[in-house]
């Protein structure tokens, strides 16, 4: 939010008649366990009373509503060498997405806002208790078992059906939103008057009808022009950052792409593969240069980790370009384990993740990993890694390596990987298919043996045919086959 729409919500929420279970004042600053208390039992009570948000302003006198500015600046606050911000997020369940706002009433007075979603699926912990706002007054939610019975009971919303601004007219749903980027993707003719464009959005369920019209998250999050005008996916911008070296001490670039996904696709990607090292290769004639990483691959996660990611979790989508690897994560921990990811296909957020299949950002069926996994092997990179750990999903894809230098880990990995698209292409892997992936020789073929065998104790393959006696015309497939 700009700092006039900020001045704009404190005048609106100072003329309430007084503090409620969604809105509490506070002139300063006095430890960060009761802001962590108060953002519980703010999003709680939200929740309870159908607002969107709750609202902890500091800067404002709680009994008379005057603004009187405050010295709490909580965007860089720390509470002991930690940011405030990440202690308090590490310390409710579940990982709500507040977001802390600082800006100048006048140029005396400093204010402070924590803008809290409210609670969709579970009463919000802090430090394993939840908290309700009584009057003016934070107490534990399991003393008031009628109120947390009314969060329990709350239908949940899905995030893409959530209204990220309403109250508009037909052209401001054409300057909010990029519709002929809509009509080009989906290969429509684009409607010869504004209602037929407001008709197939409503259709789509990228505008609803309310008070006027209102656009919703699905909307703004695949077609806004600018997704800073939209508060509640402002924060779910993906962002790419490139550092100098193997870690993060030194960062050379670092951009925040500021439109819808569907609008900015392609020119995310096409940066992205533009910041990767490049390998020279020298032709018959010419030299020529190739990219290290395969350019469809790090198309395939990059639309994954926008489908795939929790858009309720707090954070955003990431890519980390190093020297020697490229890192792709995004909120949330995966419907399915990551070793299903070649084969099971499950998203949360299906409105999504249609719309982007049938505008061709990603495979109509399935994850695209296969594709990740072919590319992978053709350009003789390692395994590809997922990791996941606080509430994070990330792929790491490295550069080149020899067979040589990667360890016992990696190529079970890779056996692993090699076997899964194998299966999926309605194939068995083999010795001798193993070692085409690896680029072994016919002669070295014990260290294919090898690789398998490591493979097979870890139980990440089995035999095809068990009964088979032959080691040499043996096949495999995944363990999940």
């Keep these: 939010m700009t700092d006039q729409?900020?001045?704009?919500?404190?005048?609106?929420?100072?003329?309430?008649?007084?503090?409620?279970?969604?809105?509490?004042?506070?002139?300063?600053?006095?430890?960060?366990?009761?802001?962590?208390?108060?953002i519980s039992a703010l999003s709680n009570g939200a929740c309870i009373h159908n607002q969107p948000y709750g609202y902890l302003v500091f800067g404002v006198e709680d009994a008379t509503h005057?603004?009187?500015?405050?010295?709490?600046k909580g965007k860089s606050h720390k509470k002991g060498n930690e940011?405030?911000?990440?202690?308090?997020?590490?310390?409710?369940?579940?990982?709500?997405?507040?977001?802390?706002?600082?800006?100048?009433?006048?140029?005396?007075?400093?204010?402070?806002?924590?803008?809290?979603?409210?609670?969709?699926?579970?009463?919000?912990?802090?430090?394993?208790?939840?908290?309700?706002?009584?009057?003016?007054?934070?107490?534990?939610?399991?003393?008031?078992?009628?109120?947390?019975?009314?969060?329990?009971?709350?239908?949940?919303?899905?995030?893409?059906?959530?209204?990220?601004?309403?109250?508009?007219?037909?052209?401001?749903?054409?300057?909010?939103?990029?519709?002929?980027?809509?009509?080009?993707?989906?290969?429509?003719?684009?409607?010869?008057?504004?209602?037929?464009?407001?008709?197939?959005?409503?259709?789509?369920?990228?505008?609803?009808?309310?008070?006027?019209?209102?656009?919703t998250n699905l909307g703004a999050i695949l077609f806004a022009k600018n997704l800073k005008d939209f508060e509640n996916v402002e924060r779910k911008s993906p962002r790419v950052i490139v550092y100098k070296g193997k870690n993060k001490?030194?960062?050379?670039?670092?951009?925040?792409?500021?439109?819808?996904?569907?609008?900015?696709?392609?020119?995310?990607?096409?940066?992205?593969?533009?910041?990767?090292?490049?390998?020279?290769?020298?032709?018959?004639?010419?030299?020529?240069?190739?990219?290290?990483?395969?350019?469809?691959?790090?198309r395939e996660l990059v639309a994954n980790a926008l489908i795939h990611q929790d858009l309720n979790e707090k954070g955003f989508p990431m890519i980390e370009i190093f020297t020697d690897r490229i890192e792709i994560s995004n909120p949330g921990t995966p419907l399915v384990t990551p070793e299903r990811f070649i084969d099971a296909y499950l998203s949360r957020n299906e409105k999504l993740a249609d719309l982007m299949r049938r505008m061709g950002f990603c495979e109509e069926k399935g994850s695209g990993m296969d594709k990740v996994i072919f590319f992978n092997e053709l350009y003789q990179l390692p395994p590809f890694n997922v990791i996941v750990a606080e509430n994070r999903t990330r792929v790491t894809i490295y550069s080149y390596k020899t067979l040589n230098n990667l360890d016992k880990k990696e190529r079970i990995r890779a056996c692993y990987q090699h076997a899964c698209l194998k299966y999926v292409s309605n194939e068995k892997m083999t010795n001798q298919s193993l070692r085409e992936r690896f680029k072994i020789e016919d002669q070295n073929a014990a260290i294919a043996s090898r690789i398998i065998r490591d493979s097979l104790a870890e139980n990440v393959i089995k035999e095809d045919d068990p009964e088979s006696k032959s080691r040499k015309y043996a096949s495999y497939i995944p363990f999940w086959a």
Excluded: C
């Design 66 to 72: 005057i603004i009187k500015g405050t010295t709490f």
């Design 83 to 215: 940011e405030i911000e990440h202690w308090l997020l590490t310390r409710l369940n579940p990982r709500i997405d507040f977001n802390i706002y600082e800006f100048d009433y006048d140029v005396q007075r400093h204010i402070t806002i924590f803008v809290i979603p409210a609670t969709k699926v579970q009463p919000v912990e802090f430090l394993h208790y939840a908290y309700i706002r009584v009057g003016t007054i934070t107490r534990k939610l399991n003393e008031f078992p009628e109120k947390q019975a009314k969060i329990w009971k709350k239908e949940t919303i899905p995030f893409e059906k959530e209204i990220a601004k309403n109250n508009l007219n037909a052209s401001e749903i054409t300057r909010y939103l990029s519709t002929e980027a809509y009509f080009d993707l989906v290969k429509l003719p684009y409607p010869s008057n504004q209602q037929g464009v407001i008709d197939k959005f409503l259709e789509e369920g990228l505008v609803v009808k309310s008070k006027g019209y209102a656009i």
């Design 5 to 38: 729409h900020l001045i704009e919500l404190l005048n609106k929420l100072v003329k309430q008649p007084h503090e409620s279970e969604w809105v509490e004042f506070k002139l300063n600053y006095h430890s960060a366990e009761e802001i962590g208390e108060r």
């Design 249 to 298: 001490v030194e960062t050379e670039r670092d951009q925040i792409d500021i439109k819808g996904y569907a609008v900015g696709f392609e020119g995310l990607v096409t940066w992205i593969n533009s910041q990767l090292p490049a390998n020279e290769e020298i032709g018959k004639a010419l030299r020529t240069e190739s990219r290290m990483y395969p350019e469809i691959a790090i």
